[in-house]
């Protein structure tokens, strides 16, 4: 049976950084976030009989360590359905990959639940979230809709995401500018396996529990000043963790400290505007609906800035009926 699904990627407001087991993926701390409108992979899946391997196309390109990652995805897919047979897969990003901007999160959520699908599985939302967990870490939160949390657990079946509240929740937007489409050097894989060389690493683990639960009484109070204050000081803090590791790992570029230059100038002006980062270059604006095209114009005007996505926030995985083969 062939099956569609879309993912979408999603910012961390609070993010994870590190884990407590690799194989399995297990962080070493929760993580609340919310999905994106506007970064979403589109992915196909079809299990054949008559496939002597996994055949994987992502964005046109066949490329081998994607494919692996790929592979090693779907056979967890077969030991639950308990069948042997390869899958055709075909994926299409809407934003550029390898970045920063959390395609790892959206295609392993899509590619979930297309295969559990195209297996005959019916798995709950938790099942898929877990099951997305183990291909990216990132992407267990992708599952669920709209605003989400999750659980750092210290098993598989109790480290999962599930929603807070859904994706019409609240009307605060995040406008991505890209300021670079080159991809980063140290992946967030590789960079996570270093994390315990900063010596500020066990402050922040310390402290990340009363962040988590600060976040979520802010978002249930919908209290945007102090809750922009706190994702951007979060941001900051995992960059330097992330800065005084060894070998350290610097994603920022020139334009990434622009932009946030220009948000603190915007901000001293009277538009209140919040930034965060993932681990790349580019920077997520956090922005109450209202203000939307005051900062666009703003945006206008910045010669560093490549592109700008504007995503409001968005339902989970989902199945749809448009295949790509």
Request: net charge positive.
């Amino acid at each position: 049976m062939k099956a569609t699904a879309i993912g979408p990627s999603n910012i961390a407001f609070i993010k994870y950084w590190g884990k407590k087991d690799e194989n399995l993926r297990l962080p070493e701390n929760g993580s609340i976030s919310m999905n994106l409108s506007d970064l979403t992979t589109t992915t196909t899946v079809e299990f054949l009989q008559n496939l002597r391997e996994d055949s994987v196309i992502i964005d046109g390109k066949a490329e081998k360590k994607k494919i692996e990652r790929v592979s090693k995805q779907l056979d967890r897919v077969r030991k639950i359905a308990k069948f042997p047979y390869k899958a055709k897969v075909v994926s299409q990003n809407n934003f550029p990959s390898g970045t920063g901007l959390s395609s790892s999160a959206s295609g392993l959520a899509a590619l979930t639940l297309a295969a559990s699908k195209s297996a005959g599985l019916n798995l709950s939302e938790k099942e898929l979230s877990i099951l997305a967990r183990q291909g990216s870490g990132s992407a267990c939160r992708s599952v669920p809709d709209g605003f989400v949390e999750w659980l750092e657990g210290n098993t598989s079946e109790t480290s999962y995401a599930y929603s807070l509240y859904p994706e019409n929740y609240w009307d605060i937007l995040d406008i991505v500018v890209v300021v670079s489409h080159d991809k980063k050097d140290i992946s967030s894989t590789g960079g996570q396996k270093i994390v315990a060389t900063s010596s500020f690493y066990k402050v922040r683990l310390s402290n990340i529990n009363k962040k988590i639960e600060l976040c979520k009484k802010l978002l249930s109070e919908k209290n945007f000043p102090e809750f922009g204050k706190l994702i951007e000081a979060e941001a900051l803090e995992l960059h330097a963790i992330m800065l005084t590791s060894s070998p350290s790992l610097i994603y920022w570029l020139p334009g990434t400290i622009k932009i946030m230059k220009l948000v603190k100038k915007w901000r001293s002006e009277g538009l209140a505007v919040y930034f965060t980062v993932n681990t790349g270059q580019d920077v997520h604006l956090i922005i109450e609906g209202k203000n939307k095209e005051i900062l666009l114009e703003k945006l206008q005007k910045v010669k560093e800035i490549k592109k700008v996505i504007v995503n409001t926030p968005a339902l989970g995985a989902r199945l749809i009926n448009k295949h790509l083969f």
